[in-house]
């Protein structure tokens, strides 16, 4: 019988330090592990370690001149790679590489029958990430770098990601926007950070169709986003019928984030996290892994993260 969800963390992802007043900040793992505690959520799971990934791994997404550079630049002590809100220290590389080595594990031991389902709680997050460019938090990108995996060294044909965090994935589209084996939904809020994700955007040459952005309007709801989930977004995974569900799982969309204006209660994560498990368990034996992205208040990522991990562990 296959394990129950595997929850990968690791301490060192703390260490990781974007600066002061950063909302990407280490508080976040410290209040999602206190929160999942303190609920017994944590009790349900099997906690697992994470190991890094490798260069060779990594180079599986991203160019390894763009690798050296970030590791190289927070190595000599600069405080950002590329972009002034892709801010680290030393100790950044080594956080994004346990984050993607994570959930490059998850694919693994998904695929091997070992684990069900999988929720990579790590920081820094990295659906940003561009093939050789850091930005938005992002340093390597993880949910991409578990797609690939399972395509190239798993052998499947048809893999799905939906992100639901408030920004769009600009790095996990790109990658992906002409790769026929990899569906990409996004669910995000419209006009808001990165300024891509408009709904002609549909993915190109042999990709074209395999790309779905739904943007939403600032001040959007469960009930709107549930709609677009359900009326739009599912349909269209119905008829790719994936092998395996990746989520890119932000709560940032949660009334209380200070990085969006849209107004997703905690029950909003559970809700949608269930309609994808449904459509996971018809198509993909049920094999779900999430990935945290953003999500900056507080208390709102614990309430959120823990209807999230209620229905993954249902």
Known sequence: MRAPLGLYTHPDCLLHDAGPGNPERPERLRALTAHLERTGIWQDLQILKAQ???????????????????????????????????????????????????????????????????????????????????????????????????????????????????????????IFERDPSVFYASLHQSPHYPGTGAKEERGLGDGEGTTLNCPMPAGSGDGAWQAALEETVLPALDGFEPQLLLISAGFDAHQRDPLSETLLTSEAFGRMTRSLLDLAKQHAKGRVISILEGGYDLEGLSEGVAAHLGELTA
């Open 52 to 174: 890094p990934a490798s260069a060779a791994d990594l180079e599986r997404v991203h160019t390894r001149e763009y690798l050296d550079r970030v590791e190289s630049q927070f190595a000599a002590g600069e405080d950002f790679v590329d972009s002034a809100d892709a801010n680290g220290n030393r100790e950044t590389f080594a956080a994004t590489r346990l984050a993607s080595g994570a959930a490059l594990d998850a694919a693994e031991q998904i695929l091997a029958g070992t684990l069900q389902r999988a929720f990579v709680m790590l920081r820094p997050p990295g659906h940003h990430a561009e093939v050789d460019r850091a930005m938005g938090f992002c340093f390597s990108n993880h949910v991409a770098l578990a797609a690939r995996s399972a395509i190239q060294q798993h052998g499947l044909e048809r893999v799905a990601i939906v992100d639901f965090d408030v920004h769009h994935g600009n790095g996990t589209q790109h």
